[in-house]
């Protein structure tokens, strides 16, 4: 059974927006943390943003500051990307992580990985 789900991925056009969704269902799983990351055709997973179970964001990547939000239900394991002004760069796999043990923008870091939601953003 899966610990952490992805949703909300499709095919959007440059300039638009969309939102993806991450719930983690393990009440064993830690999930002080959780975060983004995207791994698009022939390069290495790149960590987007973390945030912490209290609401402290913090973004790994500065190509999508100002532009994709990380926020995260209350009190819930349940994190959200929202992502504006996407451009075809953007297109990418795009994986929730949670239980973490160091560097918070590293892959390396985390042991519990969705399935992952495509994103399409296409010109």
């Known amino acids: 059974q899966a610990q952490v789900v992805e949703s909300g991925g499709g095919s959007v056009q440059a300039g638009g927006s969309l939102r993806l969704s991450c719930a983690a269902f393990?009440?064993?799983?830690?999930?002080?943390?959780m975060a983004w990351f995207r791994q698009a055709p022939g390069k290495e997973r790149e960590g987007i943003a973390v945030?912490?179970?209290?609401?402290?964001?913090?973004y790994c990547l500065d190509s999508v500051k100002g532009r994709f939000t990380i926020s995260r239900d209350y009190a819930k394991s349940i994190i959200h990307l929202q992502m504006n002004d996407v451009k075809p760069e953007d297109t990418a796999m795009y994986y929730c992580?949670?239980?973490?043990?160091?560097?918070?923008?590293?892959?390396?870091?985390?042991?519990?990985w969705g399935q992952g939601t495509q994103v399409s953003v296409f010109s």
């Open positions: 992580a949670a239980n973490v043990a160091g560097d918070r923008c590293r892959s390396s870091s985390y042991k519990s």
């Open positions: 393990d009440d064993n799983l830690n999930t002080d943390f």
């Open positions: 945030i912490h179970f209290g609401g402290v964001e913090t």
